[in-house]
Structures are given as C-alpha cells and as structure tokens.
C-alpha cells in the first residue's frame, strides 16, 4: 500500500528559531494535507494543498506541494512554544472509495525549547 | 466550522466489558466517518470507514465483531468495543468529512483514552 515517510522523526529547537519538516511518497498524492496533534487530543487540520507546486501559508506555517507530487515540506517560522506536538503528514487514497481514506506518515514530534 | 465532537473521553472499565464511543459532526452532515486507533507514540492507523445507511468497510486485521461500528444519521457513528480486554487500551479516534461532489479533507475529533483493567 501507500507509504509516507516523515522526516525528521523529532526536533528540539531553540524558541524563535524556524522549522522545517517533509514528507515523501513512493506514489503520487493528488493531496496533501499537514495536520497537528497535541497530547491527548485528536490532529487538527493545518494547511490543505490540492495542486502540484502550490505554496499555502497559515499565520507562521507554510507548506508546499512537491512539483512531482510525491513530496511535500512544512515550515514553521520563528517558533513559539505552543508549537509544541506532534505534526503529521496525509494523502488521501488514489481512486474509488479509498480515495477518502487518508494515509498517514509517522509524525515529526517537535520539542520548542523556551 | 467544521468541529467533530467525540465522547466520552476517557473510559476506564474492567476487563470483558463492552464500551461505546460516539463521534458527531456538529455543524456539517457526515456521509462517511473514519475509526482510528493510536498507540503510544505511534501514527494514527485506520480501522474501518463507517458509511451512513450501510455497513462499514474494515481494515485488514481489524474483527468486525469486536469492533461494532453503526452510522445511523448524517451526524453520528458509534464504535462499540464488544468484550473489551487490555490489549484494546488505546486512544480510540474518530474523524468526518463533509458530505460533498469534491473531495473534502477530514475533520478530527479528540479522541477518546481506553483503558481496561
């Protein structure tokens, strides 16, 4: 089946420092979407990208949709703490019904250090 | 917008008994809703995709009689984990995604903590 590999698996960064986060795909994504997950509670939607080569920003996050939609990076810029958790990238399935399905990639859990 | 709400949220119960867990689109109809389950310090991993009106579509590995999954309304599934035992502690999630021609991204809810005795 589909594979996402995130990288890196965690980050300890210095308060105001930027981040930056990927993720890569053996297959091609028509989407990709970065969620954030916080301890003990469920991921919430950051950024949605729906078009090869698109860049989207949300506040201090952007991400971009790799040109051979088999990547995708997330940046964060002049961190905080509250940034703290565990951020994940997804794609959805390539056709029919699993093509709502979502596959997700092993998370990069970002420490902020104040 | 957009907000899935999930309940209970924490569940401690002793071992072989069943526990229910509800998942509700507030303000949007949800045709199709998704179960996960999460591990410590892992991703989250698919369960089953709950169609409103018809049965749900489980994931290899997953029993569908363990894990009893019902979406009666636009608005609401359940997962119910029958005879439940320590092994099925995790952090049980559920999402939704818009009723819609397009595609729509999901919609996540808080995620309920299962622990048995």
């Known amino acids: 089946g589909q594979q996402l590999n995130q990288s890196p698996q965690s980050m300890f960064i210095q308060e105001g420092e930027d981040v930056s986060m990927n993720c890569t795909s053996s297959?091609?994504?028509?989407?990709w979407l970065w969620y954030k997950q916080d301890p003990g509670e469920g991921p919430v939607l950051l950024i949605a990208l729906y078009k090869a080569g698109e860049l989207t920003s949300n506040g201090r996050l952007t991400a971009q949709f790799g040109i051979t939609r088999k990547d995708s990076f997330l940046n964060i810029s002049a961190s905080i703490p509250s940034d703290v958790g565990i951020y994940f990238c997804?794609?959805?399935?390539?056709?029919?019904?699993?093509?709502?399905?979502?596959?997700f990639g092993k998370g990069t859990k970002l420490s902020v250090i104040p | 917008g957009a907000v899935v709400s999930q309940h209970p949220s924490w569940v401690i119960c002793k071992s072989g008994t069943s526990v229910k867990i509800e998942c509700r689109s507030l303000?949007?109809?949800?045709?199709?809703m998704f179960w996960y389950r999460q591990f410590p310090k892992q991703s989250l991993m698919l369960m089953a995709t709950?169609?409103?009106?018809?049965?749900?579509?489980?994931e290899q590995g997953v029993e569908k009689d363990k894990f009893l999954i019902n979406h009666a309304s636009l608005t609401l599934s359940t997962l119910t984990v029958t005879s439940a035992h320590p092994e099925d502690s995790s952090f049980y999630i559920c999402?939704?995604?818009?009723?819609?021609?397009?595609?729509?991204?999901?919609?996540f809810g808080d995620g309920t903590r299962l622990s048995i005795l």
């Open positions: 999402s939704a995604r818009a009723t819609s021609r397009g595609w729509q991204p999901q919609h």
């Open positions: 297959s091609i994504f028509n989407t």
């Open positions: 709950s169609n409103e009106g018809s049965k749900a579509t489980y």
């Open positions: 303000d949007f109809q949800a045709t199709t």
């Open positions: 997804a794609g959805p399935g390539q056709s029919g019904a699993g093509s709502y399905q979502l596959t």
